[in-house]
C-alpha cells in the first residue's frame, strides 16, 4: 500500500535521452527550484520530479568559429567562405521542429497518462483507506460489544457473589450466635449435676434424672461442636469468596478500562485534536492474551465464582439444617430431662409424704407401746401381793403339827396358785421384755423414719432448685441464631 501525497519515481519518469541533442547536465537552478516534499513521520521517499521539460539546458561556450545556436550570423563573415556551407539546412531545421513537436506531443500524453493514473490511484488508495478505518472502527465497536457481554456477565456474578457471601456471613453469625445461646444450659445442666452430688443416703442414685443430665451435657457439648466447625468451614469459604470476589473485581475493572480505551479510539476521527505519530508502535507487540485466552480468562473467573456460591450455598443449608436439628435435639432432650425431674420429685415427694405417714404411725405405736409397758409394770407389781399371801399361807402351814401336816386341798391349792402367779409373772415379764424391745425397735424406726424424712427432703429440695434453675431456657429463634 502507498501513502497518499508521495509517488515513487516510475520509469517512465527518468530522463530521456533525444535523439538530437544530447543529454545535458542540469545546472544549480534545478535543485534551487525544486525542493523534495516528504510527509512527517513516514519515510523518506524519491519525491517526484520533473523530466527533461523542467532541465535548464546549458550550452557549453564556443569559439568564434564554431556554429552559434542563436541562429544570428555573426557580425562580422568568417574569411573562408567555405564555413558558410557547413550551416542546418532547411530540411534539417524542419526535422527538428517535427521532432520537437512530435517528442513534445509525447510527453503531453505521457504526462496526461501519469496524472489519470495517478487519480485513480489517489481513489483507489483513499478508497482502501476509508475501507481499512471503516474496519477498525467495526472491529472496535465489536470488541466493546464483547468487552460490554463480559461486563455484564462479571457485574451480574460480582453482584451475585457479594449477596451469598453476605447471606454466608449472616449464617456464620447465626451460629455463632446458636453456639453461644448454647452456653448457658450446658452451664445449668452442670451445676444441675454438681448440686444433685449433694444428695444424701440412699437418694445418691444413678436416676433417669441423672442420666438425662449426662446425656442432655452431651447432646449440648456435641451440638455446640458441630454449629463450631460450621462455622469454621463458612470462614474458610468466605475466604475463597473473598478470592473469588477480588478476581471478579480486578478482572471488570480491567474491562472497565478496556472498554474506555476501546470507545476513545472508538471515537477517534481525521479531525480529532488528539491524533498525532508515534513512530514504531506498528512494530511493538505487548499483547498477552489473545481472543480465546480472553474470553476463557473472564470465564474462568465466572466459574470459579459460581463454584464459589455452589459450595456456599451447600453451606448454608448445612448450617440451616444443622441449627434446625441441633435446636429440636436440644429441646427435646431439655424436656426430656424435665419430665424426669418432674417424675423423680413426684416420687420423692410421695415417698416423703408415706414416710411422714408412717412416722406418724410409729409415733402412734409407740404412744400405745409405753403405755402397754407401764399396765404390764402395773401388773407385775400387782401380783407380787397375791404370791406374797400364797406364800405367806403355805409357809404358815408348814408350821402345822405332826398329823396335821396334811397334803390336803388346800396344800395343793396354794402350791398351783403360786405356781401359777410364778408362771404369770415370768409371762408379764417376758411380754414387758417384749414390749421394751418393741419401743426400742419403734424408737429406732422412728429415728430412721426421721433421717429417710430429711433425706427426702434434702432430694427434694435439690430437685426443685434444679427445675427453678431449668425455668429460663433459650427460645427456638435464638437456638437457631437469632437473636
Known sequence: MEFLGTTQLASYCGTRKSCLFPDLAPTSTTKDTYQSYYLPGYRYLSSWRPSLLHKVVSVPPRSDKQFNPTGRPPTILPAARSTLHARYSTRDWHHANMVQLKGSEASRYRAGSLNADSVRLMQNKDQLTYQMQEDSRRNLGERISNIDFWRSELIYELESLLKETQALETAKKRLECAAGEMEGPLKIALECLYHREKRKGIDLVHDDVEKNLIKEVDVFKDCQEILTKLAHKISQQLGINRDAQHALEQDLSDKNSAHFIDEKCFNLRNTSDSICFYHGVEKADGTVSVPSTWAKFSEDNIRCSQHARANSVKLREDAEVGLES??????????????????????????????????????QEIFQTEDTIMLLERSIKAKEYPLKVAHTRLEGRTKRPNIELCRDAPQFQLVTEIYTIDDTLQTLKRRLQEARDTLQMLILNKSKLEHEISVKANSFFIDKKCMDMRKVFPSTPRLIGYT
Do not use: G
Open 326 to 363: 441441633t435446636s429440636e435435639e436440644m429441646w427435646n432432650h431439655f424436656i426430656s430431662t424435665n419430665l424426669a425431674f418432674n417424675n423423680r420429685i413426684a416420687e420423692v415427694a410421695d415417698a416423703k409424704n408415706k414416710l411422714q405417714a408412717q412416722l406418724a404411725k410409729i409415733l
